[in-house]
């Protein structure tokens, strides 16, 4: 995963949207409206640091639930964190994942997204939003985004683009880290990683090859 198509993620979720709307509903009134704003930012496409962190810090979190992300990519090991460990590591994944898409909205150039229709019931609790983004001199990539409904609307639990989970790609690199220095080890090394601004590691949130 490309910091181009990290562009295009957080900004699909940057418009608020009501707890009646449906997923696809969701994600193309996103496009509609955000990828424009964008577009005619030229202190977002310059990479301006503070307007970016603003932008992915009100208007990405609103449609992710990072409690569960986080706990999808923490793994078996959730179940024996502590309640202050299980805190401090929902915070730092937030984090890390906010900054990896404030620093990918800069990188926006221009690419067109299709939004398809989504097949579901009205007691359907967890759909599966697939989009292609459409870029100029290659191929459409696919990306699909895992939503689940809750009491607030539809939220964000999973993003998967080109076939590569980003809660999975993570979890490999977490487990890494626990098995390791456990638990603790991995809340520091998000707080660290945090601090500093720092690029995930290779392989995370990114697609292989």
């Known amino acids: 995963m490309t910091r181009t198509f990290l562009a295009t993620l957080a900004v699909l979720f940057a418009t608020a ?4 709307d449906a997923p696809d509903a969701i994600v193309r009134k996103a496009v509609d409206e955000v990828l424009a704003a964008v577009k005619a930012d030229k202190a977002l496409q310059s990479g301006n640091t503070e307007k970016i962190m603003q932008l992915a810090e009100a208007k990405v979190l609103p449609h992710f639930d990072f409690d569960r992300m986080t706990r999808l990519a923490v793994g078996r090991a959730w179940q024996q964190a502590t309640p202050e460990q299980r805190t401090a590591l929902a915070k ?24 398809k229709p989504v097949k579901m ?3 359907d609790k967890e759909v599966l939003v697939r989009t292609e983004v459409k870029q100029q001199g290659g191929p459409p990539i696919p990306i699909d985004y895992g939503m689940e409904k809750a009491d607030a609307g539809w939220k964000v639990y999973d993003v998967v683009v080109d076939g590569v989970s980003l809660v999975t790609t993570y979890r490999g690199s977490f487990n890494d880290q626990i ?25 995370e949130a990114k697609k292989p090859g």
Not at 95 to 114: D, K, M
Not at 182 to 203: F, M, Y
């Open 17 to 20: 949207a009501t707890a009646q």
């Open 179 to 203: 098995q390791k220095s456990g638990v603790d080890g991995l809340v520091k090394t998000l707080q660290e990683r945090n601090k500093s601004g720092g690029a995930p590691p290779k392989g």
């Open 92 to 115: 730092e994944f937030r984090t890390l994942i906010v900054r990896t898409y404030g620093t990918a909205i800069s990188q926006y150039r221009n690419q067109t997204v299709e939004v």
């Open 121 to 123: 019931s009205a007691a």
